[in-house]
């Protein structure tokens, strides 16, 4: 059936499922996003520290996994539910351990990274494609121009 297409109806075809695929990413990050900032779910806090949402905070370390040892031995409360933990420090200077969701910025790299490569893939196999192509049409051309040489 690809024999039958042209290459402009295969190339509008691409660029279609390409658009597609980036609307879809495009929703689903904002969807994801505001359905996030909705949710009012309180996770536990180390030492019952609730500064961070009385006044302004500074996050020292992002969003990232609990160690092995904290989730089983349970020495951080934050890493019970969650098992990834931030840490903020508040104007008054305290500093807060607080559990959070796994941060969607590392999935959506991930994802990023593999379109990625799943783009690379496609494109060599497309230029090998074409390549070899190339190849049996000159050597059909030959061909061609050999039978012809040989009639006359």
């Not at 994801?32 to 020292?60: D, G, P």
Request: proline content about 1%; overall charge positive.
């Amino acid at each position: 059936m690809l024999e039958v297409c042209q290459k402009k109806h295969m190339f509008l075809g691409l660029g279609l499922l390409v658009s597609i695929t980036l609307v879809v990413l495009i929703l689903e990050s904002r969807l994801t996003t505001s359905v996030r900032q909705n949710k009012t779910q309180q996770f536990i806090i180390e030492n019952n520290s609730t500064c961070w949402m009385r006044e302004e905070y500074t996050v020292i370390q992002e969003c990232h996994p609990c160690t092995d040892f904290d989730i089983v031995s349970r020495s951080l409360g934050v890493c019970i539910h969650t098992n990834y933990k931030e840490v903020l420090r508040c104007k008054s200077g305290e500093t807060v351990t607080k559990s959070c969701d796994r941060v969607a910025l590392i999935d959506q790299r991930n994802f990023v990274k593999f379109e990625v490569w799943c783009f690379t893939v496609g494109l060599f196999s497309y230029l090998l494609s074409y390549a070899r192509y190339r190849v049996l049409s000159r050597r059909t051309h030959q061909k061609l121009e050999r039978r012809l040489n040989r009639v006359t």
